[in-house]
């Protein structure tokens, strides 16, 4: 087996003590920091999105799959120039104003960031005119807005509204999830995309992107 | 009246842990599995400080509860089935909010498998205060008279089968939660998040048997009452959707 292939069976059993000495060691062998990126990290966790989607792990090992690959990024992120590397795109998230509930938003974040993309976390309790605001500040490609009370899910109308209002339509892209969202809801809502989990998510996050 | 609880007996079971972090029953865990739901088990010892409180209602009054602000579908299941109930008691009851700040401290840390674990232990543990109540309430109502055998107390939840959830203020303007130091949002989100409250409705199992057909079972994404209602044993009661047509 290849480092770079150990790299990524390690990261996908979740092993994150082990990830720095093995990124280390790959940098060593003169690998570039961004194959270890994609080759490795990248690859590792693709595989662990598939086989969760087809049931065979389950969301504790994507999360420990995840802090693998963060331990591994850790030791990466000075080699690239400029100390940071490109993002896949970059996603405002919060849970909407009124609701506290955060495990969802979280897991969403910590996925997201997995697979390469800038995540700007708002918290929880966070009004519309926010999560516009942050999203013009940072560039963002997508908000990602949570709810898990059927009373604060209209606020992610008027996030949508606010969007509408500023011109923003297309060039930032909405997606909403949480326990009364569906897919009908999001469209009467105005966003551009649902997702049911935190890894259809990501997948519906990449599409967006690609699409603008 | 409160109700003593006790964290050592909610402590949930690591197979229903593991069932609301999306594993299947029999499905093969990991031993890094299996260490993460015994760590957020011991967390979920020292963090949690329950407290539950129930207050008998009749049937007129528990209406008023269920009428709230006027906003439930146009029919909520408990609205067909507490007229049927042998007896009702509005309950609450609480983790504390020392479980809520851990889950966010582990967050912060990294800790994401751990937070979700201890999240998901803790959600079991909230679950399982609403079944103590229930036996709690089940030992006033037998004693009341009622008779035990083919008696079940089970909890409905405003947020659930067509009682809408801006239901908590009437429930908590009528219990008083704030007790037991849980209080409502304008949104009905309660504090602490670990937090569960309702009706505990008495009664045969076929009380409790209603066919899933209403409008809003269609978008539901939970569907656990089919089993709860399983668990009852065969019934002779099928609901009120059959009822209507």
Not at chain 1, 50 to 73: G, I, S
Not at chain 1, 172 to 177: K, N
Not at chain 2, 30 to 40: E, I, W
Not at chain 2, 155 to 171: E, I, K
Request: hydrophobic share 45%; aromatic share 4%; charged share 20%.
């Amino acid at each position: 087996m290849t480092l770079i292939d150990k790299i990524a069976t390690t990261l996908q059993a979740g092993d994150d003590a082990a990830m720095p000495a093995l990124t280390r060691a790959a940098l060593d062998e003169g690998l570039t920091p961004q194959e270890i990126l994609d080759r490795g990290l990248i690859a590792g966790m693709t595989v662990v999105g598939r086989r969760f989607r087809d049931f065979e792990v389950f969301l504790p090992d994507v999360l420990l799959a995840a802090r693998a690959m963060k331990a591994a990024v850790d030791v990466l992120s000075p080699h690239f120039i400029g100390g940071e590397m490109s993002a896949a795109g970059t996603v405002v998230l919060g849970t909407v104003r009124g609701d506290l509930h955060d495990i969802g938003k979280n897991l969403v974040g910590i996925m997201l960031t997995g697979v390469g993309f800038k995540v700007v976390d708002l918290g929880t309790d966070v009004p519309p005119q926010a999560f516009v605001d942050a999203a013009v500040e940072h560039e963002a490609d997508v908000v990602g807005m949570s709810a898990l009370l059927t009373t604060t899910a209209p606020v992610m109308a008027e996030v949508v509204g606010i969007i509408r209002e500023q011109g923003l339509s297309g060039k930032v892209r909405t997606i909403v999830g949480g326990a009364p969202m569906s897919a009908d809801l999001a469209e009467q809502l105005g966003a551009d995309a649902y997702a049911f989990d935190a890894p259809g998510a990501v997948d519906r996050v990449q599409e967006l992107v690609a699409s603008k | 009246m409160t109700a003593s609880l006790s964290a050592t007996d909610l402590r949930p079971e690591p197979r229903h842990i593991l069932g609301a972090l999306g594993v299947p029953p029999g499905a093969p865990v990991s031993d890094r599995l299996a260490q993460l739901v015994d760590t957020a088990l011991t967390m979920l010892d020292s963090a949690a400080r329950p407290r539950g409180i129930i207050e008998p209602v009749s049937a007129e009054s528990f209406a008023d509860v269920l009428r709230g602000s006027g906003q439930n579908a146009e029919d909520p299941v408990v609205g067909w089935l507490y007229p049927r109930a042998e007896a009702l008691a509005l309950f609450a009851a609480t983790l504390g909010p020392e479980v809520t700040s851990a889950v966010d401290e582990l967050f912060a840390l990294g800790e994401a498998p751990l937070a979700v674990s201890l999240d998901a232990a803790a959600s079991r543990m909230a679950d399982n205060a609403t079944t103590a109540l229930a036996a709690t309430f089940t030992s006033h109502v037998v004693g009341q008279g009622a008779p035990a055998e083919d008696l079940h107390v089970l909890g409905y939840s405003p947020g659930y089968c067509g009682w809408h959830v801006s239901g908590q203020h009437a429930l908590f303007g009528r219990l008083h939660p704030e007790t037991i130091g849980i209080t409502l949002g304008d949104s009905a989100l309660m504090h602490p998040l670990k937090s569960v409250s309702g009706v505990l409705i008495a009664g045969s199992a076929a009380t409790h048997t209603f066919e899933t057909g209403f409008t809003y079972c269609s978008s539901c994404k939970d569907r656990s009452c089919v089993a709860r209602m399983s668990s009852l044993g065969p019934t002779a009661n099928l609901g009120p959707p059959a009822e209507r047509n």
